[in-house]
């Protein structure tokens, strides 16, 4: 495992510094106004979890540039395998041409599939683009049109994986109307769905799966016009949810009566962030289909689908990327597989995340503007609410304590209504986990105090 020297963030100036100040004027007057910026973070350099800023502030991060840089900020040996190989050939392309190391990232993806092989890979350049292959293979082997997806879900941007998502109005505001055919459904949120214990949150849970079945069959779609159900085992932008087992299985049960293909969206959950190779893993569920991107090539643009080798039936010509499996890109992701295993990043992230996990175990007695802590791994959720009888949403107060977590050097990143994310490189340690920790619970503290 790399070892961190410093002992803290180093905050120099006031923030933003001058230095990022004239950034954010040229930001303000170039840059597309579409961009969520949380904070006025000017990143220059990163090195494992540190990213220091134009004014030489250093900050821990615990975004991972939302969930991307899993092997930390600029490792030693993904920097020089992208050196490597951008001197030897930047771009041929895949989609007309041959690239050895796209054949040998594919076996490497096929050895930790999720589910058996033989698996069939396509590379595309994004999450987003992983979620649109995934949608017109499913409709392209199925011969069918329909999907579903889930309330709270966040696929991408573009207009098939936007038809996916529904995570925030503002998302898909005046750009409808979408790819036909989606029905959205329930997500088993058991913090909001749910009053009682383990039993009532196994029933609730099911009963969100058997809504498919038992409503959405029998009122809305044929189950034999259904394509695929997509579904993030962990809801990235719903704000952290973790999906039950009972549910996922009920969803494999259902799919598996209709002749339905189960998408698991792994775009953010993947590639290690939950202790292992994949969430869904968590739940023994094996899916037909896994998109990934983010952590894939740790900052590198890659997006991947998996599939079932006899999913993947499709001709020449039907689906295609331009820079799709870059070879840059695939020599960040060998990299990355490699300091993931050879540095026991999973066993890490399992590790780290519970000691994590534990520590905030008593923060939604502890705390008034708490609600839920939730997660795996190093993917937790801490919910803010205004008032925990109603559960009302505590958006602007979630926001409130992320500015002043990044006021005292630490990044986070809001998702869901009211969630504050947590997700570090996987190389992160327990220590600089508890100076974290600390520098959110302070801001939390303070947070409640003026609420």
Same mark, same amino acid.
């Given at each position: ?39 006025? $973070? ?47 050939? @930047? ?40 979620? &649109? ?70 029933? #609730? ?23 695929? @159900? ?23 049960? @259902?799919?598996?009566?209709?002749? @339905? ?27 037909? /289909? ?19 080798? &006899? ?11 331009? #820079? ?77 304590? /992320? ?8 990044? #986070? ?6 969630? /504050?994310?947590?997700?570090?490189? $996987? /190389? ?24």
């Amino acid at each position: 495992m790399p070892t961190q020297t410093l002992i803290g963030p180093k905050i120099k100036t006031a923030l933003p510094g001058p230095n990022a100040q004239r950034v954010l004027a040229g930001d303000s007057k170039y840059l597309s106004p579409s961009y969520t910026r949380s904070y006025p $973070l000017v990143a220059k350099q990163g090195r494992g979890i540190v990213i220091t800023d134009v004014d030489g502030n250093e900050f821990f991060d615990f975004s991972a540039g939302i969930a991307v840089t899993s092997s930390g900020h600029c490792h030693p040996h993904v920097v020089a395998a992208i050196q490597k190989q951008a001197a030897e050939l @930047i771009h041929m392309s895949g989609t007309d041409f041959y690239y050895e190391n796209m054949v040998t990232l594919a076996e490497r993806l096929s050895k930790i599939a999720p589910m058996p092989g033989p698996h069939k890979i396509y590379y595309g350049n994004s999450g987003a683009e992983a979620v &649109e292959c995934a949608l017109k293979l499913a409709r392209y082997h199925t011969k069918r049109q329909n999907v579903i997806a889930f309330f709270g879900a966040f696929h991408g941007r573009t207009m098939g994986a936007l038809s996916l998502t529904a995570s925030k109005p503002q998302q898909r505001r005046r750009f409808g109307p979408g790819v036909p055919g989606v029905t959205h459904v329930r997500y088993p949120d058991v913090y909001r769905g749910c009053e009682g214990g383990p039993q009532d949150a196994e029933a #609730f849970a099911l009963g969100c799966a058997r809504f498919i079945e038992d409503k959405i069959f029998k009122t809305t779609v044929a189950p034999e016009e259904v394509a695929a @159900i997509f579904v993030e085992p962990v809801q990235g932008e719903g704000g952290y949810v973790v999906a039950p087992t009972p549910f996922m299985q009920e969803l494999r049960r @259902i799919c598996d009566r209709h002749g @339905i293909l189960l998408v698991a969206d792994e775009v953010q959950s993947g590639i290690g962030r939950t202790g292992k190779w994949w969430a869904i893993q968590h739940t023994g569920v094996q899916p037909d /289909i896994v998109c990934s991107a983010k952590g894939i090539a740790s900052g590198m643009p890659l997006g991947v689908t998996i599939s079932k080798a &006899e999913i993947m039936d499709w001709v020449p010509g039907s689906h295609a990327s331009t #820079f799709g499996g870059n070879p840059v890109c695939n020599a960040s992701a060998l990299a990355t597989l490699d300091v993931i295993e050879g540095e026991g990043l999973l066993q890490n992230a399992a590790e780290v995340g519970a000691h994590m996990l534990k520590r905030m175990s008593d923060w939604t007695g502890k705390h008034k503007l708490v609600g839920d802590v939730r997660g795996r791994g190093l993917m937790i959720g801490v919910e803010i609410v205004k008032d925990k009888k109603t559960k009302e949403y505590g958006a602007e107060l979630r926001d409130r304590i /992320i500015e002043s977590a990044f006021e005292h050097g630490v990044l #986070f990143l809001g998702c869901g209504p009211s969630t /504050i994310r947590i997700a570090p490189p $996987l /190389i992160v340690t327990k220590d600089e986990a508890d100076v974290a920790m600390d520098v959110l619970e302070d801001a939390i503290s303070t947070a409640g105090k003026s609420a």
